[in-house]
């Protein structure tokens, strides 16, 4: 008996015990998760029973200079989602197969979503409200209140699809620009995103009495930009017409600006891409092969379509470049323009024995003034007035001109130009650059750089946007012109545009001559890159001369076809069309 209490009291004893040090282990825990722990977990615990939903903002118009034709804007759209803590069991499968009918969805993908234990899960995305009214018809036919998730959303549309794609760009399946002004101005563009917060209970279900917590999004800011829908739509065209007659197996691009303000009225690519369709091939020759490539030869094929050539890619200028030598020569007073007789073409001339020809060396031009060098196109002319000028001042002429940076144009993926260090450039390459060769540059920075002989002489900024607008208020912030210095007299710019009328009455841009307009103009032709038997041929346009609005450059990437690729081959009819339309437009 004794032995059966002694054996009692010792159970009891470790009992106490064992209850000791369990209480003392939960205290802990407790005290742990209260003390260390808490902050932590009340997140968690409102993550988990706070249901969050995004309202995506309606993302900025983008408007061409009028203000009236809208280039791209965003439709209303909607986004439908589930709730799957809140659907009943029973109802799981029939949501699924309704929503697989109204979207055309995979039903294995859908009914895996609709029965996950998870507090949301997005069924589609971007649908017009047409389909989004069939799935409210249904759910109120079949009783369903909670569970289904519909919210507007945005989606963007060009309604012009192929007009100025390689300016404007495009955006991504979330709203994100991607390229162009849509990427250089998605933080301007995109808004802010709003919100719906629903409490629920632990289980994810809904606690209706707590209702919703609706923050609004704000709508992104509308742009304007500086392209004319109209003067787009005529350098588009005849840029295609061009490429296609001369055979251009690197397509072509052309830039119009204001010299005066420095606005890109209009830049276009050939080929160019659907905006609305932006990662679907955009030529027949990449269609048809399209199916062959591997992921990463699409990718490339892409970035390429993508690619402005205007401001992403370097070329040498060829003689379009002997206005720079020129200006420079009239400016630091080593020539003038009309004097007889002054300069003799013997075919070429040497350079640090080194002879370099004339294009034209099989009959040379003879005895020339710097207007008839410049109208004939005369290398060794242009050759010798780059050494009377030297090295050290050459180069300031390029920086002043430009011609050594970046133009700053609001645009993604601006290359800069290629030149060979001052200090180790020679006598050769000296003359190299003198006629425009064995350098590169972008168009966009030889367009800057002869804005600056048509406006009189000053270097201005491109501008491609010239408003932004709130679209909430109507406030209105004005993109300023910027005028970057002077560059040359104002007496240097008249001389030089007189000298371009010239080349275009009389001498190579004799094509681009057109009645009742007083049009001035440099051809160009250069090798594009050593030994590739391939050319650019380039024609730079000012009209009219006696008061400059337009700057004009063309450039063709190795035309092919029967009229060769000479600069002055091709018939600049655009520029006529592209003057015309400034008219009506003024």
Known sequence: MQVTNISRKRRMKNMLIVFMIIFIALSTRVGFIQFVQGSELEAKAYVQQTLNRDINPKRGTIYDATGKNILAVSSTVETVSVNPTNIAKEDKEKIATALCQIFDLDY????????????????????????????????????????????EDTKRYYPYSNLASHVIGFCGSDNQGLDGIEAAFDETLKG???????????????????????????????????????IQSIAEKYLKQACIDNVCTDGGNVIVMNPKTGDILAMATYPDYDLNEPFEPNTEELKNMWEELSSQEKNTALQQMWRNKAIADTYEPGSTFKLITASAALEEGITTTDKEGEFTCTGGIEISGVRIRCWRYYR?????????????????????????????????YLEKFGLLSKTGVDLPGEAGSIFIDEKKAGPIELATISFGQRFKITPLQLVRAVSAIANGGELVKPRIVKQVIDSTTGEIEE??????????????????????????????????????YAIGGKTGTSEDGVNTNKYVASFIGVASIDDPEIVMLVTLYNPTGEGGHQGGAWFILSLHNIRYSKSLTA
């Not at 998870?118 to 069939?134: A, C, H, L, P, R």
């Not at 910027?482 to 094509?511: A, F």
């Open 108 to 151: 294995e993908t859908v009914l895996k979503k609709v029965s996950k234990r998870s507090s949301i899960e997005t069924i589609v995305k971007k649908q017009d409200k047409e389909k989004t009214d069939e799935l409210r018809i249904w759910m109120k036919e079949n009783n369903i209140e909670t569970g289904i998730n519909i919210d």
């Open 192 to 230: 802010e995103k709003g919100s719906i917060t629903k409490i629920t209970d632990a289980k994810g279900g809904e606690i209706k009495e707590e209702g919703e917590d609706y923050i609004s999004a704000v709508d992104g800011k509308d742009l304007v930009l500086s392209i004319d829908m109209t």
């Open 479 to 516: 993109i300023s012109v910027e005028k970057l210095g002077r560059v040359i007299k104002e007496e240097t710019s008249k001389s030089i545009l007189s000298m371009m009328e010239s080349v275009v009455q009389e001498g190579t841009g004799k094509n681009a001559n057109v009645k009742g």
């Open 364 to 396: 040379p031009h003879g005895s020339e003034s710097l207007r008839q060098a410049l109208m004939n196109s005369c290398n060794p002319i242009f050759i010798g007035l780059g050494q009377k000028l030297g090295v050290e001042t050459y180069y300031n």
